[in-house]
């Protein structure tokens, strides 16, 4: 398998369908950020169909399998709501029933910046470092750690943190 | 005192822990009948994590008695003898160790090329190289191009940091802003050795936002370090606007221009000596009850070198005990048991030579839907093996798909049948608001096709209505009703195993398009 990370994306369907395997979960959870969950999978999947129809193309010094696989997701889900109606806009529901203040923290993140919500997204809740995100994003790393100072500092401030002091 | 942003930070970290805890398993992939076909391969099928089979090795699961499934191994599986005790010659017996956690020695490994041999180069003169801008590419909606700068004459030499690149039109400034990206190569950080063999690159990323009017960029002028000018050929016209959905907006994405780079990186890392161990899971007994010790083998192949087992390292077993839930069973190998030995005497997995190891546990949980047992060598190298466990009843049989039947689909929309396509065509469906498109199939595998997807057809304005009494799933009997203006495009698929081309020697995870729909909701 480790022969396979690199290079060029495997051609046979059995081989890049191992090649993939490895990156599903960060896939998932950044698909689970980005559209419904109901939608979740149908994006996953329309991602692996594109990475798959695209594979000629895949270079590894453009980056990793992982950060391109999250590249064409992020371009898939964008394209799913291109594709879907403009409806009500909700906070997704809470995960934890004992967090009531992550409704809170939702609602504040549905109101940041495309932008800031995306580097959120890649960075806590897919888990990348910020050297990958930045490569998912296309900018610099400088510029991710620059949107994600922002995003905090609106979290802070529409969950009126701003004017609170607290000691560790 | 701690910053508000600070606070946000540890409150992002610690939801997001808790998101990520919360959310299914990932789907699995598996390829179905992917081949190039003309048409592309007709999908990628992703099927719950419990119940797919990738890279895995399938067993089949036969129920003896109510409440008691029992595990039955396919004719190409590897099969231990009916006593459910795989121990034969050469294999290395099972013994319930304590886990004792060792520290697996592990040792450097720099990244490739390694900049500090770069930086022992003296600085590139422009003489010495030859720049040309490689064919572009593109991905996810991004242009990406390369000037490639390689050794021309003279000894090696280094180039780093931040490139000089202007772009040109005509041979004036073309109008495109320029951004500064940084380091390309995750994992690179450094100078960047041009040598025999050894090339630097400048990447220059172009993303499909450009929404003001095109432009055009014919020369790029890239001014190397000693201060000359080489000229190579320009990006050409500008890309097309928001990945080809126009707005209004007058956006001028810049161009990324990223620092030079070597042509191909492999990041620095730790690695251990078992990087080039594989594990493999064989010898599923045929028979397995719930509940009581199941046996099989574990295959550990050292592939280029011998691979000492001091310190003896701990393996742990992954056992889903719940549709959400696993139990992990951690153990110390049996490496005293290993009868290969070097010249220490101490326990050796020599190269090329498998070396089996018989391991024990138990099932607890078998759903309808499988379940997948997991092998992992605790070493820093992870290595592993899966095998799923399918109940025999909620997996077809081959024999049941050899029998099997074109499956006819019908689709009525307000009372009209419609008329079948040419095989290869979409069915094209225009109907208004309130109308309702009722899916029927017939055949005796009928009742495996299903609407694909249903989320998105929901998503997109259809209301759907399951057939009396039964769950939503799509199957047939299920009717589409329009409730808001759009267009959609939907598939009725079918498993492979249930497709009417012959014997298959399974049939899990791959499906089949029996009619593409292309579905046109008017006011």
């Known amino acids: 398998m480790a022969a396979l990370e690199r290079g060029v994306a495997p051609q046979p369907a059995e081989e890049f369908a191992a090649w993939v395997e490895p990156h599903l979960p960060a896939l998932a959870r950044l698909a689970g950020r980005l559209v419904d969950p109901a939608d979740r999978d149908d994006v996953v999947q329309e991602a692996l169909l594109r990475a798959w129809q695209k594979r000629t193309t895949y270079d590894e010094s453009r980056g990793s399998p992982r950060v391109w696989l999250l590249a064409i997701l992020r371009d898939r889900a964008r394209r799913h709501h291109l594709r879907t109606p403009p409806g009500p806009t909700l906070a997704r529901e809470p995960v934890i029933e004992q967090h009531p203040s992550d409704i809170d923290l939702e609602r504040a993140l549905a109101a940041l910046s495309p932008r800031q919500r995306l580097a959120v997204d890649l960075y806590y809740f897919v888990d990348l470092d910020v050297a990958t995100t930045a490569l998912v994003m296309g900018c610099a790393p400088g510029t991710v750690k620059a949107t994600l100072s922002q995003a905090r500092a609106r979290l802070a401030e529409l969950l009126g943190l701003t004017g609170e002091t607290a000691d560790d | ?523």
């Open chain 2, 1 to 523: 005192m701690t910053e508000p942003a600070d606070r946000m930070d540890a409150l992002l970290g610690e939801y997001a822990d808790r998101w990520r805890d919360t959310q299914p398993d990932p789907p699995v992939v598996a390829p179905s009948s992917w081949n190039d076909s003309p048409h592309g391969p007709s999908r990628w099928w992703l099927v719950p994590a419990a119940a797919a089979a990738v890279a895995a090795v399938i067993v089949g699961v036969a129920v003896s008695g109510p409440g008691t499934p029992q595990a039955t191994a396919p004719p190409a599986a590897h099969q231990s003898n009916a006593s459910q005790t795989p121990v034969a010659t050469g294999v290395v017996p099972w013994k319930p160790l304590p886990a004792t956690h060792p520290d697996i020695p592990t040792h450097k490994v720099p990244p490739s090329p390694d900049p500090a041999v770069a930086a022992q180069a003296p600085p590139c003169k422009a003489g010495q190289l030859k720049v040309t801008r490689e064919p572009g590419g593109a991905a996810a909606g991004t242009l990406y191009y390369s000037i490639l700068l390689q050794l021309r004459s003279g000894a090696a030499c280094r180039l780093e940091g931040r490139p000089d690149v202007r772009l040109l039109d005509h041979g004036r400034a073309a109008a495109i802003p320029l951004k500064y990206g940084g380091h390309w190569a995750d994992g690179y950080r450094g100078p960047v050795l041009v040598g025999n063999g050894e090339a630097a690159s400048i990447r220059l990323a172009w993303t499909e936002d450009w929404c003001a009017p095109p432009v055009t960029n014919d020369q790029i002028v890239v001014t190397l370090p000693s201060g000359r000018t080489v000229r190579v050929q320009g990006l050409g016209k500008s890309p097309i606007c928001n990945d080809g959905n126009p707005t209004a907006s007058n956006h001028k994405e810049p161009v990324w221009v990223y620092d030079y780079a070597p042509l191909h990186v492999q990041p620095g890392h730790r690695e251990s000596a078992y990087k080039q161990v594989d594990a493999q899971i064989s010898g599923m007994p045929r028979q397995v009850t719930v509940g009581k010790p199941l046996d099989f083998v574990v295959t550990l192949t050292a592939r280029n070198h011998d691979v000492t087992l001091d310190p003896c390292p701990d393996f742990t077993v992954v056992e889903p005990t719940s549709r959400d839930t696993v139990v992990k069973h951690r153990f110390g190998l049996n490496c005293s048991g290993v009868r290969h030995r070097d010249a220490s005497r101490r326990p050796l997995l020599p190269a090329g030579v498998p070396v089996r190891f018989a391991i024990q546990t138990s099932l607890h949980y078998l759903p309808p839907g499988g379940i997948k047992l997991s092998w992992v060598l605790d070493v820093p190298d992870i290595q592993s093996d899966t095998v799923v466990l399918f109940p025999a009843a909620s997996r077809p049989t081959p024999s049941a798909a050899a029998t099997c039947e074109p499956t006819k689909v019908s689709l009525v929309v307000a009372g009209r049948t419609l008329p079948e396509p040419l095989p290869t065509q979409p069915v094209k469906v225009k109907m208004h608001v309130g109308d309702v498109l009722e899916f029927d199939a017939t055949g005796n595998c009928a009742d495996q096709a299903t609407i694909y997807p249903i989320g998105r057809l929901k998503a997109a304005g259809i209301e759907l209505i399951a057939p009396a009494g039964k769950p939503l799933d799509g199957e047939p009997g299920t009717r589409l009703k329009a409730v808001s203006p759009g267009s959609m495009e939907f598939d009725i698929t079918q498993p492979t195993c249930a497709r009417p081309a012959g014997p298959r020697p399974d049939c899990h995870g791959g499906f089949v398009v029996l009619r593409r729909v292309k579905l046109r909701v008017l006011p």
